[in-house]
């Protein structure tokens, strides 16, 4: 399932298709000359839809939705602690030429975290993420969110760490099997909006009573409907369908 995921990860790459389709026109041109123009449209069609943000903005607004925003400096009584999936940090390959924390655009999983901590100091804090990468090197991302908490003088006696998970369903299913946590307690599940439907039925499908404390937000309320932009559109497009992907194929085998 894991190697599934990460080829699915890549024909969800509209870029993917339309590279397909130009070189599978170059093949079928001199043949089929009418059939060869009919790929190129179609990969030109794909070229432009892809840069029409609004689209994937529309579907990813509405994964955000399921799920209201809390605030940073909520007080939040009655929960054992934090479990923040990973997704947040560069990648091990990145980190090893560096010696400070490295985030990306998924940040707001990490700072969001340490921001709660501030408000909330009693709560406790499960990290969950091993090295979801196909060909990874270097630390686990567990130990460099372990770096990053460190940084910031986030106790360590206050941070438990999962660091053999690879996906989703493995966050879920292996953070339930460390010591001295209890997943039938109440715990708020940290991760990003859009990402939030698929991890709250992952883990309360696994046994867990979460609830759910979406960041990393990537919408507003509406979209320019005039906004064409070939890099964003190309990776709001790829989230989207990735995520959608990923729906059904956690439905599918029963992991939700």
Known sequence: MFFASKILALITQPLVWVFALLLLSLLVLRRWPRAGRRLVGTALAILVLTAWKPLPETIIRALESRYP?????????????????????????????????????????????????????????????????????????????????????????????????????ENAVLSAKRPGVDPTQRWLLVTSAWHMPRSMATFQKAGWNVTAYPVDFRTGDSSNWLEFSMAGGAVEWQLALHELVGLLAYKLTGRL
Request: hydrophobic share 40%; no cysteine.
């Open 69 to 169: 925003e809390m605030a940073p400096n909520a007080k939040l009584e009655g929960y054992a602690g934090l479990v923040v999936l990973g997704g947040g940090l560069e990648s091990g390959r990145a980190q090893l030429a560096h010696v400070q924390p490295m985030l990306n655009e998924a940040a707001e999983r990490m700072t969001g975290t340490v921001a709660t901590l501030r408000h909330n100091p009693t709560l406790r804090v499960l990290f969950t993420g091993g090295e979801g990468a196909l060909m990874g090197i270097g630390q686990s991302e567990a130990e460099r969110a372990n770096m990053f908490f460190d940084s910031l003088g986030v106790s360590r006696q206050q941070v438990q760490y999962e660091s053999a998970s690879r996906n989703t369903y």
